[in-house]
Nanobody
Framework: QVQLVESGGGLVQAGGSLRLSCAAS????????MGWFRQAPGKQRELVAG???????NYADSVKGRFTISRDNAKNTVYLQMNSLKPEDTAVYYC?????????????????WGQGTQVTVSS
């Protein structure tokens, strides 16, 4: 079992920055890959960024160059630094943890999810 606790969402103007944090507790096996997904109203949940324990990362094309994912393995915590935010980044952001060998996390029955945090970018 894994518990994921997120923090850091909020309202920001376009061009601004936010930092999301997600602290994991429980099975280390199930947190080999951690990442962030987002879901906007009427849209499917999509992978924003993923990271392995060795630091290998993956980003969605829409956030490359603006978002940075990092993790502190000692704290079992993953971060998402979001810069140059755009209104289209508005969504509920979910932390995810999975026993994956790739940072391209594909949700399965063994994927654990945080409760979600709202990010709203105003124009």
């Amino acid at each position: 079992q894994v518990q994921l606790v997120e923090s850091g969402g909020g309202l920001v103007q376009a061009g601004g920055s936010l930092r999301l944090s997600c602290a994991a507790s429980g099975s280390i096996f199930h947190t080999s890959a951690m990442g962030w997904f987002r879901q906007a109203p009427g849209k499917q949940r999509e992978l924003v960024a993923g990271i392995l324990r060795d630091g290998n990362t993956n980003y969605a094309d829409s956030v490359k160059g603006r978002f940075t994912i990092s993790r502190d393995n000692a704290k079992n915590t993953v971060y998402l630094q979001m810069n140059s935010l755009k209104p289209e980044d508005t969504a509920v952001y979910y932390c995810a943890a999975a026993p994956s060998l790739t940072p391209v996390i594909t949700p399965t029955s063994r994927t654990y999810w945080g409760q979600g945090t709202q990010v709203t970018v105003s124009s």
